[in-house]
């Protein structure tokens, strides 16, 4: 299924128009029936009171109970049906979200953005009465008619007061957004740097730097604090003015009703009803005005989804490919950086064919890891291509190609979740048998089930219990899970103690064996021990490639140039 092109466009796509359109047929019914009050006390003061009649008490009573009985179940109705539109546009979004900010995360490096929490911010305004108060807002003017109807003088006063509080709306608006946006903003801040302290909570024990990570993260609360309490400020006093108006002013309307009523231009009973639809067309402009926060967040959160789903381009599946043979081919491939647009890499090729481990070294900041990046398809070149078994990453497709390449980036991150589940790429339903045997290929078997439930030990991002080397180990394991044709190591052993590096060879050998191709990017001798090529980069460029044992002779003037060559720091 392609992404969603554009997120406004989709409210139809989805199916939730005729949700809407009943909440909306149900609001003319719910806003009918709030005239029921009004005619009653209408009819109470001016018929019941003044003939004395019980029949007529207990009929219109009678009336009104079945009345707001339907209002009741309409009500019901109304806020189960716009519950459902949240959730029927949640549950159609979440998929294409989700990916989205996978997609824009790995290949633009974009992340705290929103996204996930967007969609759930729309959701609640959805699902809030605040949207149920902008269904009822239009039916604002057909109270102050019925105000009209009973008296001008009683109109033009709701009139004026309801002009007054959809001016003091407006004001909210205007005047709160960009306190909400810079309060938002700081209190993401804050929360992202708390998230990144007890990420490193173990460096920032041990360095002593606790007071000053907590002196750090306390004023940066604090500022939060403070944006968010000034947004709120605004907003509360616009709310509380709105109430506090609003009682004023049905108090006016019953003060200037009981003078009419003296004046002998107005009845009681009206005056009553008066006042009572001066209450009902006030209240939804109340309501949206102390929820406005949440329309607020419910737009940008809107607006952030469009913009999401719409920077990423949309896909059409490509034909399914067969699982294709181990050759990989990189020609000429350049890369950019996108903030100084210098080369990070230029006129890089070479070739791996089917039983073939190639060896890639080179000096930190060389470009091995872009190197990397640009095989697995996490950075676009902006120039040459890259093939697998003659067919280029867009001909396989995102998924299929990520299907037939196992990856081990330099840094491992584990998921919530088993340790079965983390090696079969936290499939729904993991083939146990090839859980297992990817496991015993990268010889972490043996220590799985030391812990303490075996594969099913709970892990997850942060775990303690692992050590560095276990978490590469199962990394490499995950890398195997499928059977994939090439497998791309970065740094594979720069956790991994004498045995780890022996089981990474093991791994190699083996792929190597059943007619598949490894690249793996390293600096240290021991991981191209069992490469038949190697490749060279300096400062973005082939420096070197053929043979690893020619290409070593070639380099090698003395000890310190193969130190200095094979013993550099990770790109």
Known sequence: MPVVENARASLGAIGVRRLIGAAILFSVFTNLLMLTGPLYMLQIYDRVLGSRSEETLVALTALVAGLYLFYWLIEYARGRVMARVGARIQAELAGPVFRASIERSALKNARDRGGVSDLENVRNALSSPVLLALFDLPWTPLFFLGIFIFHQLLGWLALAGGALLIVVAICNQVLTAKKTLEGARAGGAAAKFSRQAEHGGEFIWSQGMVNAMTSRWTNMQARAVDENIAANDWTSSFTAFSK?????????????????????????????????????????????????????????????????????????????????????????????????????????????????????????????????????????????????????????????????????????????????????????????????????????????????????????????????????????????????????????????????SEALNAAVTQMKAEGRSVVIMTHRPTAISACDKLLVVEAGQVAAHGPRDEVIKSMMKNAGDVRRVVGQGRS
Do not use: C
């Open 244 to 500: 506090s108006f609003r009682l004023f002013l049905q108090s006016a309307m019953l003060g200037v009703g009981a003078w009419l009523v003296l004046e002998g231009q107005l009845t009681a009973g009206a005056m009553i009803a008066g006042s009572i639809l001066l209450g009902r067309a006030l209240a939804p402009v109340e309501v949206i005005v102390s929820q406005w926060q949440m329309v607020q967040r419910a737009m940008s959160g809107w607006r952030d989804l469009g913009a999401l789903l719409d920077s990423l381009p949309e896909r059409e599946a490509p034909h399914a490919l067969p699982v294709p043979e181990a050759h990989l081919e990189v020609r000429s491939i350049a890369v950019m950086s996108g903030q100084s647009r210098k080369p990070v890499l230029s006129q890089i090729s070479f070739e791996i064919k089917p039983g073939e481990a190639l060896g890639v070294i080179g000096r930190s900041g060389s470009g091995k890891t872009t190197l990397a990046r640009v095989v697995v398809g996490l950075v676009l070149p902006v120039s040459g291509e890259v093939r697998l078994g003659g067919a280029t990453i867009e001909q396989y497709g995102p998924e299929t190609y990520g299907s037939h390449i196992g990856y081990l980036p330099q840094e491992v991150r584990l998921f919530a979740g088993t340790v079965a589940e983390n090696i079969a790429q936290m499939a729904l339903n993991p083939d146990p048998e090839a859980v297992i045997e990817a496991a015993k290929r990268a010889r972490v078997h043996d220590i799985i089930l030391k812990f303490p439930d075996g594969y099913d030990t709970r892990i997850d991002e942060a775990d303690a219990q692992l050590s560095g080397g276990q978490r590469q180990r199962l990394a490499l394991a995950r890398a195997l899970y499928g059977n994939p044709v090439l497998l791309v190591l970065d740094e594979p052993n720069s956790a991994l103690d004498a045995d780890g």
